[in-house]
């Protein structure tokens, strides 16, 4: 769950800088959809919050669900991104 990382934002905010190296310097603005899957349903609330620290608006398309993940994974995000 989000309670026991080191703050919801700094972990989800850890993408922004993954997803920009993937988007090739797109830049959140370019950004067209987010795609979230948590390990809990119950850190959605927590995860929301972080994902309007890092996106503003208009923000993106998002699709958020619960899954399984990979042993140990808490959540696994992926973007859409148009190259300006």
């Known amino acids: 769950m989000l309670t026991s990382w ?3 934002a700094g972990h989800f905010g850890g993408y ?3 997803i920009r190296v993937v988007a090739d310097g797109a830049g959140w603005q ?3 959809m987010v795609r979230v899957h948590l390990a809990h349903n119950d850190d959605f609330e927590a995860m929301d919050a972080a994902y309007r ?6 923000f993106p398309a998002r699709t958020t669900v ?3 993940l990979a042993p ?7 973007a ?3 190259r300006p």
């Open 6 to 8: 080191a703050g919801a």
């Open 16 to 18: 922004q800088g993954n």
């Open 30 to 32: 370019n950004v067209l």
């Open 53 to 58: 620290d890092v996106l503003a608006e208009p």
């Open 66 to 68: 619960t899954v399984g």
């Open 72 to 78: 140990g994974a808490l959540v696994e995000v992926d």
């Open 80 to 82: 859409l991104a148009v």
